[in-house]
C-alpha cells in the first residue's frame, strides 16, 4: 500500500449511463456499503470471504452464504485501511487519527 489510501481531489469518476432496463423490473437487494473513495478497500480472506472498511467499523461477507459479519474499529476516529497479509492468515486494522493504532488480527 502507498501513503495515499484515497483518490486525488480531482479525481472523475466514470459516468454511469442510464440503463434500458425498467425500474418497474428491478428490485433492491441491498448493498455491502464499501467505502469506494478507499484505495485497497477490498480484500479475500479466504476464496470466498471478502473483507472491507465501513467508517469505524470493517465487514466480512462470505459469498456464498452472503452472510455478513461487522467488527467496530476500537478507536474513534475510524478505520483507515486494512491489510490482509500474502497467506491469509492474519490482517491488520489500521485506525485514522493523530498516532493511530493498527491492530492485527
Known amino acids: 500500500m502507498g501513503d ?9 469518476d466514470k459516468p454511469i449511463e442510464d440503463s434500458k432496463i425498467s425500474r ?14 478507499k484505495r485497497y478497500n ?12 465501513l467508517g469505524n467499523k470493517y465487514q466480512t461477507y462470505d459469498l456464498d452464504t452472503k452472510e455478513k ?15 490482509v497479509h500474502s497467506t491469509r492468515r492474519y490482517f491488520a486494522v489500521a485506525e485514522k487519527g493523530n498516532m493511530p493504532n493498527i491492530y492485527i488480527r
Do not use: A, K, W
Request: with cysteine.
Open 42 to 53: 477490498i480484500h479475500f480472506l479466504e476464496d470466498n470471504l471478502i473483507i472491507y472498511v
Open 4 to 12: 495515499n489510501q484515497t483518490y486525488p481531489d480531482d479525481h472523475i
Open 24 to 37: 418497474r423490473n428491478i428490485r433492491f437487494n441491498g448493498v455491502m456499503s464499501r467505502q469506494s473513495t
Open 69 to 83: 459479519r461487522t467488527y467496530d474499529g476500537l478507536d474513534t476516529d475510524g478505520v483507515g485501511s486494512i491489510c
